[in-house]
């Protein structure tokens, strides 16, 4: 364990005639290591090298994803691992490159890689987490033919197994709780809700993107796209998508002849919250987008807009995970007042990475018309695919706009206002990064969101107002922010890092990790092994469920790529009075 202090206190400032606002409280965090560079990957011989963004629970219970170099053996070690960090437990499992996928799996294939971060329920310890695998299902077609399918889905542990939660063989006659709900092809192509003039066909998903959210033990909330004729009958397919739930049960799933397949969530069928053909609450406009959800105490909160890349309508959406039709209520909305702002500033960009505990939800926005221009470079590590495809696509770069006014704010569903957290340029000068990610065209590879590949952009913020399971009117929201210039569209020597403010009062932000913190901060071992000097920070991580009570988990690197370290961290958020 690392302890680090913020020596600083608000009294010194307030002896010197500073702002209050300026503090910083005097804090100590205590690191652990829940996983580096040291640890040898279960059943390997091999060491992790690169990690995910964890997830964590109220409990200390933390799940993220990681990988290792593939060595001399082949293929690096690629899985989904956990550590009880309450009972020091050691890391473990939950599937790797070497599990076979869970029922359906007549064809005895195992994960390829799960390529998004994984979550955790927040009172739980279940796990859930998108994977991606070669064919599942043997089966044959009406007229005859032999086929295969399940080459994705959303695999969970809520009674101690894991389990198929979703999958992309809802077209497969035997598994239809799978398929995407109120849709269905009739054999002349045309499309139906809720039922099918002839001999209908179910629709399955066919990708799930994001990372699928868990609560309440056995609920999985996701996000899916899928693909349905046109109603013109062009013979074309229109691309839709959606947000869902799915309540398991730890029941079998029964098969023609008297057989069945287990372990599985029983055969409650997959329900709808939002998805294309669903109207935006207040308006007569259809949503355009869904983005992947978060949940917490039995409801789900999500993003979803007229039109992605220019929203006009659609916002931040409520829904109770009860019931085959929940209502939704509109939390946060394009056209909303922001707070603190002169009159007639609103939210014209709404973030979709929201963050849910229950009672809070923290995002960001931006408002105004003024821009800073961007020139992104393309990626020059991680899927090779992925990398070709965008040199290919943007030789000189790609031209992108931030905008100039931009936050993080924090949302109580009790009161209905909506906090501060903090703003550009006042507090940093950007909350948003970006990555070139996706479906490389003709390859059939990918890396975390199962669509087209392109420039996309993100914002990380995690909030937490519920100790253990009561509510509170206080929180901390934890948030990636940026501090630096730009000059010929490029950050010029800009600091990245992981910051914490308590809310719902003018509490000062907290630092908790910058680059070029010393790595030994977080971790004894981040030490050149040849020079004996401490590794700078590098980079970091935090994700939405990534502060869950009072435990906060990050992902860390450090030093460079030649000599470098990095693990997964968790501190318990101190007390004010630490």
Known sequence: MVKTNVILSCSTF??????????????????????????????????????????VNVNEFVVFRARSKGGTTGEPAHGVFTRDMAQNGIVLTRFDRTTLVPPPNNLLSTFVEPPAFPRIDMFSNTIASRGNHQPVWNYLLADGTETRAGTTGIYTDPFGFLITGASNLGSVSEFGFFAVPMQSTSLAGTMGFRFAAVSPTPIKFDVFPGAPAVTDGSTIVFKGNYSVPDPNNTGALLSKTGVYFRNLTNGVIPLPGGQSLAPAGGMNPVVLIANSDTVIPGTDVRFGSTAPPSAARNQAVFAGFDNEDNPTKGGIYLAALTGSSPRLTGLVQIGDAVPGESKGSVFNKLGEGVSFDGQFVAFWGAWGTETISLTLQCPTDGNKDVIAYCARQYPNGFPATIPQHQGIFVHNNKTGQVKVVAKSPTDFSDFVYWNFSGLVPGTGNSDETGEPARWRSASFVAVSGLSKEEEDSTYTAAFKARTGSVSQGAYVSPVDGVYLRKGPGKSPITTVVKTGMAGTTFDPEAIDPLTKVQLPVTAMGIERDGLRGKWLAISLSMGTEEAGWAGVYLSAIPDDDD
């Open 14 to 55: 307030l002896a010197l005639m500073l702002p209050p606002s300026a503090c910083v409280m005097a804090q100590s965090f205590h690191w652990k290591v829940v996983v580096n560079n040291a640890v040898t990957v279960p059943g390997d011989s091999r060491t992790f090298n690169s990690y995910s963004q964890p997830s």
